[in-house]
Nanobody, 124 residues
Framework: QVQLVESGGGLVQAGGSLRLSCKASGRTFSSYVMGWFRQAPGKEREFVATISTSGRSTYYADSVKGRFTISRDNAENTVYLQMNNLKPDDTAIYYC?????????????????WGQGTQVTVSS
């Protein structure tokens, strides 16, 4: 069982930056592939980024590539999402998720554990 708690959301102007954190409970964090997803009002949840267990492999949605960076610190049981050059379209609730299936994936249903989400609002 893994419990995930996100933090770092808030209100920022377009062009600004935020760093989201997701702290995981348990001693097996390093065995989980981690992902970030987001859900805007009236829209379905969408994939943002994923990172392998070692952190050496990452993958991003085209909409955030070059602006967002996912990273992890296995010693701290934490995964991060650095978001730069934010746009109003990035406004959403951001969720971190964990899967022990071993491979990075963009498919939300393959993630077994989810955090409660953190709100990110980007004003124009």
């Amino acid at each position: 069982q893994v419990q995930l708690v996100e933090s770092g959301g808030g209100l920022v102007q377009a062009g600004g930056s935020l760093r989201l954190s997701c702290k995981a409970s348990g001693r097996t964090f390093s065995s989980y592939v981690m992902g970030w997803f987001r859900q805007a009002p009236g829209k379905e949840r969408e994939f943002v980024a994923t990172i392998s267990t070692s952190g050496r492999s990452t993958y991003y949605a085209d909409s955030v590539k070059g602006r967002f960076t996912i990273s992890r610190d296995n010693a701290e049981n934490t995964v991060y999402l650095q978001m730069n050059n934010l746009k109003p379209d990035d406004t959403a609730i951001y969720y971190c998720a964990a899967t022990n299936r071993g491979l990075t994936t963009v498919v939300a249903s393959l993630y077994d554990y989810w955090g409660q989400g953190t709100q990110v609002t980007v004003s124009s």
